[in-house]
């Protein structure tokens, strides 16, 4: 039970003339918890259905929160009243992640020293707090009964390359998670994951699936098409001027599928048990050439962004030693590669359709991340960024209202428009 203090409200208070006036009378009222369930190691945990300020019994580890992917599986989870820790490196690319929970939902980690001796507070101090800091992540996730893991790099840096993100990094979680015997591990992989992939990108992907899999067998594997939102590098990319040199003439294929709808299946996948230990391919309705994403893009902001096809054995060294001697994301090698891979979709693993989603399509998505917010005629943020946005991709000269909602189209149809010359 759930005890609920109120006071008696101000208008019954005046009216009661005929008996004293008791100001510190309360009333309690009780409320049944909604769900409480059992989980895999024997925690009792509350289910609520949702809402801002409810208070659920989930604890929930999501590394690799900053990225693009993080802040919607972050916020639909803090929604849902799970307390959510989020470990971080960097102290200004997590601030935005506080307010998509309420008061005390989002929790950020970045050292376990609070908890520790003096010697052992040093001796963490000292050390860089990163993929390679197993103590870190070990204090990260202690007190969850869910981890999800969304740590990735399409390229490699001079700190870390792709096998000590994909593999020796998810290495460590998953030991993190067998250690404390956590109920879930979600794992986000990639799609085209495959150790014989010409890309390295894709083989280490692989490697990690398998590493987690070893260590701890009832995890969760997801492997997300590329994705598209308001912070992509796929619309945004196509849409850039800065897009300008190409390789097999954009012919790469896949199924492009919303952030969000990811987002969304990893939240189920919190309460859903019977996902553990199952492989989903998370993917979107169409088949898209990057060239048709491209004109897709063209048509909504009114130019025509040129693209120079340079052949690989050309691009790909130069792409290679461009990564190596900039310090901001440029390029790389790899990247060049994957232009010459599709997507292939697993026979064996599970989709959308599985877990009751029905993914969006992308062309239905364009104008509202590539020119205004969704949201913005009505006057209210987006439910996912919590702000305001108006891309600058489209000129000034060009002025389009956002597509007419269902409402609007049924008031149309009640007036009769007559010209005056008629």
């Given amino acids: 039970m759930q005890k609920c203090w109120a006071t008696p409200s101000c208008s019954v208070l005046r009216g009661a003339t005929k008996s004293p006036i008791v100001r510190n009378e309360t009333q309690v009222f009780r409320r049944r918890l909604q769900d409480v369930t059992v989980s895999r190691t024997g925690k009792p945990v509350i289910r609520v259905q949702g809402g801002r300020s409810s208070l659920g019994g989930h604890t929930a580890t999501v590394f690799g929160a900053t990225g693009f992917l993080g802040r919607y599986i972050v916020h639909r989870l803090a929604s849902r009243g799970c307390t959510v820790v989020v470990p971080f490196r960097e102290e200004m690319a997590k601030r935005h992640l506080k307010v998509t929970g309420d008061l005390g939902r989002v929790v950020f980690m970045v050292r376990p ?21 197993t103590a870190s992540i070990e204090e ?22 792709l096998e000590d993100v994909h593999v020796e990094g998810a290495e460590r979680i998953a030991e993190a998670v ?19 992939s010409p890309s390295e990108f894709f083989r280490t992907k692989a490697r990690g699936e398998e590493v987690v899999r070893d260590i701890f067998p009832e995890t969760t594997i997801v492997r997300p098409a590329p994705l598209f939102g308001y912070e992509d590098r796929l619309l945004h990319k196509l849409a850039g001027v800065t897009n300008l040199l190409t390789s097999n003439h954009m012919q790469e294929r896949f199924w492009p599928v919303h952030a969000i709808d990811v987002g969304t299946a990893l939240a189920y996948m ?8 199952e492989t989903y391919e998370l993917y979107g309705p169409s088949n898209y050439s990057m060239a048709e994403i491209a004109e897709l893009v063209d048509k909504e902001i009114y130019k025509k962004r040129r693209h120079i096809n340079i052949p690989k054995f050309m691009l790909q060294p130069a792409a290679k030693y461009l990564n190596a001697l900039i310090w901001w994301k440029t390029t790389s090698g790899d990247e060049i590669e994957r232009e ?30 590539l020119v205004s917010n969704p949201d913005f005629a009505d006057g209210r943020p987006h439910a ?21 909602t269902e409402r ?14 008629q």
């Fill in 113 to 133: 020293a609070a908890l520790w001796t003096w010697a052992q507070q040093l001796n963490m101090l000292c050390q860089e707090h990163d993929l390679r800091n």
């Fill in 140 to 161: 990260s996730v202690r007190h969850s009964d869910v981890v999800y893991n969304l740590v990735g790099r399409d390229y490699p840096t001079k700190n870390f390359d």
């Fill in 178 to 196: 067998a250690k404390y015997d956590i109920d879930r591990f979600i794992h986000v992989s990639s799609y085209n994951a495959n150790k014989n």
């Fill in 270 to 277: 919190l309460e859903d048990d019977t996902t553990a230990s």
């Fill in 340 to 369: 010459y891979i599709d997507q292939v979709i697993d026979p064996k693993a599970k989709t959308f359709k599985d877990l009751g989603i029905e993914p969006g399509e992308l062309r239905n998505f364009t104008f509202h991340y």
């Fill in 384 to 404: 996912d960024t919590g702000t305001f946005l108006q891309q600058g991709y489209r000129s000034s000269a060009y002025y389009d209202l956002p597509p007419a």
């Fill in 408 to 421: 609007e189209k049924r008031e149309e149809k009640k007036y009769l428009h007559v010209l005056d010359d």
